[in-house]
């Protein structure tokens, strides 16, 4: 949520959404950041971009977020994208 006002421009910081879900998948954000290949592309590419730390790590989370609902909506394993 950014709170800007006026010529005032402030940084946004995630607040919103489900905390306890956000806080127990940072480190399997991290982690996948570091070894799955296709996720591991996804944060180069934004680090290429010049995004900082954080943003990766939250975009990475999403992701891997919607990766999940999307696995058990469909009842599925996940399967790596080929090249």
């Known amino acids: 949520m950014t709170q800007q006002s ?3 421009i402030g940084k946004a910081r995630t ?3 489900r905390r306890d879900i956000r806080s127990s998948l940072h ?4 982690s996948a950041m570091t070894h799955n290949p296709d996720l591991k592309a996804f944060a ?3 680090r290429n971009r010049g995004k900082h730390g954080h943003a990766i790590t939250t975009a990475v989370l999403r992701k891997l977020l919607i990766l999940t609902n999307t696995l058990v909506d469909q009842d599925r394993l ?4 080929r090249p």
Do not use: E, S, V, Y
């Open 27 to 30: 480190m399997p954000a991290i």
């Open 15 to 17: 607040k919103g959404g």
């Open 6 to 8: 006026g010529n005032w």
């Open 78 to 81: 996940w399967t790596p994208q």
């Open 44 to 46: 180069d590419r934004l």
